[in-house]
């Protein structure tokens, strides 16, 4: 190599020489490629087994349909129900398997998620920053997290001075119950949830609120002024927050008729559409308010790390900051979940669900949801708390009532009216959309007619120089 | 009815992410707002004044690296130009050019990291700052081809600078150069027109003019006040006056002056390395100085512009090898003079977004 088309510098150097995985797979030895290849082709010769099997109904309700555990469940039940045990014994067993064996799912998922999340979050920042991410532990640094735990189990917990024990040990632990306790009304498939609540949509307000405590208890216990500022800020925002929340997933009760969270879910799929065209602010609000529930960017001033550095946890050292941290990615994907639910048509798009598992889908929009808040945390700065409260009492909170008035009327036009349902629900998306942007752009002008919303001034260029005078003449 | 409640003390620093290094603040705030704040600086002092009346003029410039640890070139060519225009020495044709354009690249990477810093202040998880890094890593590049050094680079010497850059520099900067304003435009596509970050920097920290001028501030901070004044216009030193750039001023003097102050003068920085890169003459780069330079007996203070202000410097001379006295004018610390003013009565949030945007360095601060 002559010395003029050589990178100068190391870190150059490696980035030249870096090679795609494509390029990589494609120097393997023959053997294995052929071997690979002949895999694939078994695969796609078995998918087209099964989708014969899918289509042919052979599958449906069986115990093996792994389109949907729930069937697994059912046939398990009726296994115990018809073995001739005591009918009290067989009622305990099968109510206690599907408990415990969805819970352990549930946990499992949330844990699975814990392990991979940081790592799939750190690449995703890393790639929007035209850097490298965790790349040295495992396979393509998969293993971060786990290095990560373990580092900080072994961290020295420190319990500062004056610190209320019992109150600071609580919160890491109290945290995670509404992360984990949510999951539960979500239908992942038809009959696969694990408690399919008539009141699910009450039972996620309900739980959403409980963070809220812990946040509380950790930021009064460190004895520390960080923290204090951090819980005054995310109690505040929370309880705000609490409100768009709920008024945006009355609308979606409103035009389901139904609290349960299966039932909104089958009605996205049978009108063949999903709810955040049919109540697009309502949705945009939902998803807003929950980056602020959820303490992420634009709206993670509980924890603004340029600011009071860590917010409500900033006492906290070890695994217990580490459990605040996983909880916050928890939670994430969790609002991804209700955000699919509610607005995305859950487990179901277009008909494909009898093709590919409920649940598969759920992930891939969780993902994309997910995908999403990692997109916002990457570009945009945070407001500043003022501005935070004020955009949530000032404009959300009245507008999304006012909307959800008109989705009430529209609703009950829809129970009434007989037309064909492209034409209704047509209607009713474009009159939501018009009232949203009609209505913002007039609320905007009544509240803030006297912020300056013009672009700013360009800066001026000059080559005289001078002092006061100067700029004087120079402002003209 | 009305609550009352209990101001308490915050200690923001010596270790914090947005002080810019081992700075503190104390604040006495009351729920958000900032009742009283103080300054408390002093954690990187490193003597370096008095130190630096141990050393001959040249052994100094190693001190100047560290002072401004942003701005190594300027800080550097601040010493070596107080020092020749102290002893009369001449300086080559070609060794300006050279040092302009190495200010200059010290400039572009000075105020990328400026304002990503301040960006990052406001809340945007360092992507704006890791783009703006990825100019800064290429000049540091330049800089590591040239002398070997990428941060504290100890480059200019008294009567010239220390080496010719090597051969496979010029197409590197050439290619630099040429892609720059792309680059910058990237910037202005993401950041200038973002409303948060518009939220969170106009209207806030505004310095008045004529604060500006009673505080003697510097730099940036003083033109994003709506002053005119650049040293590089106002009181040319190496080859200014040949160079064909605008003085980017602010309007209302608030952090998105500032900032947009800063982001305009990477323009104007570009357009300086361009015509200096079309101008320069081939010839010796240093001229030869005696080991321990002895200026007559005397004083004189000279100033340059460095991407934080004026820096300038104060040497006496007793006719010796080593400054009687040696005194660094130091931008940063009186730019953050007003600080006080500015975070009285401001959120907390505000506070931290108007000191990112006065652009401070710690260790020029303490020295």
Known sequence: MSSDTRPATPMSRQIAEHRSLLDRALGLPKLVLVALSVALIGFVISQILIGYMVVSGQLDGKWYDIRDFGNAMVSLSDAINSSGMDSRIASTLTYLIPTLLGATGIVSVVGGWLLIGPWAERRLLAKFQIRQGPNRTGPFGLLQSLADALKLMQKEIIIPRGADRFLYFAPPIAVFIPAILGWAPIPWSPKMSYADLDVGVLFVIAISSLGVLAVFMAGWASNNHYSLLGAMRTIAMMISYEIPISVSLLAVVLLTGSTKLSEIVMWQSEQGVWLIMLIPFAALAFLFASTAEINRTPNDIGEAESEIVAGFYTEYSGMKAGLFMAVELGNAILVGALMSTFFLGGYTFFGLETWIPGYLILATKIGLVYFLFVWIRATLPRFRLDQLMGFAWKFLIPVSIALMFLTAIESSILVRWDAPSFLSLGLIALVNVAAAVGLTFVWMRVLFRDTDLSAPPAPILTRKMGGLQAAKVLRG | ?367
């Not at chain 2, 920290?205 to 001028?213: K, L, R």
């Not at chain 2, 003079?337 to 931290?352: F, H, T």
């Open chain 2, 1 to 367: 009815m009305t609550t009352s409640t209990e101001p308490y003390v915050l200690n923001i620093g010596p270790q914090h992410p947005s002080t810019h290094g081992v700075f503190r603040l104390r604040v006495v705030m009351d729920g958000e707002k900032i009742k009283d704040l103080d300054m408390i600086v002093g954690y990187l002092h490193r003597s370096m004044e008095k130190l630096a009346e141990e050393r001959t003029f040249t052994q100094n410039i190693p001190f100047t690296d560290r002072a401004d640890y942003l701005a190594a070139m300027t800080g550097n060519l601040g010493l070596a130009i107080a020092v020749e225009r102290l002893a009369g020495v001449e300086v080559p044709e070609r060794a300006e050019y050279l040092r302009v354009i190495f200010s200059e690249l010290q400039r572009i990477a000075s105020h990328a990291m400026a304002n990503g810093t301040l960006i990052s202040d406001a809340g945007a998880w360092q992507t704006p700052l890791l783009y703006m890094f990825r100019e800064r890593e290429k000049i540091l590049d330049l800089f590591e081809m040239t002398c070997g050094a990428r941060l504290t680079t100890n480059y200019m010497r008294i009567g010239g600078v220390a080496f010719d850059p090597p051969v496979e520099f010029w197409p590197a900067l050439q290619e630099l150069v040429d892609e720059l304003p792309d680059r910058i435009d990237e910037y202005h596509e993401l950041l200038v027109s973002n409303e948060v970050f518009l939220a969170r920097t106009r209207g806030v920290g505004v310095i008045s003019p004529e604060d500006a001028v009673n505080a003697s501030l510097t730099g940036p901070v003083l033109r994003g006040s709506g002053i005119p004044w650049d040293l590089r216009k106002a009181d040319p030193y190496s080859v200014y006056d040949r160079m064909d750039f605008d003085v980017v001023v602010g309007k209302s003097g608030d952090v998105y002056d500032r900032f947009m102050v800063r982001m305009s003068e990477l323009y104007q920085s570009v357009k300086i390395i361009k015509q200096a890169i079309s101008q320069i003459p081939s010839g010796a780069h240093k001229t030869d100085i005696p080991l321990a330079l002895r200026p007559d007996e005397g004083e004189i203070y000279s100033r340059i512009e460095s991407p934080r202000g004026e820096i300038g410097f104060f040497l006496v001379s007793d006719g010796g090898p080593f400054p009687y006295r040696f005194h660094l004018r130091a931008p940063s610390l009186i730019n953050l003079s007003l600080l006080n003013e500015l975070g009285r009565d401001a959120a907390l949030s505000d506070a931290i977004v108007t000191l990112g945007s006065l652009d401070i360095v710690v260790g020029e601060i303490d020295r």
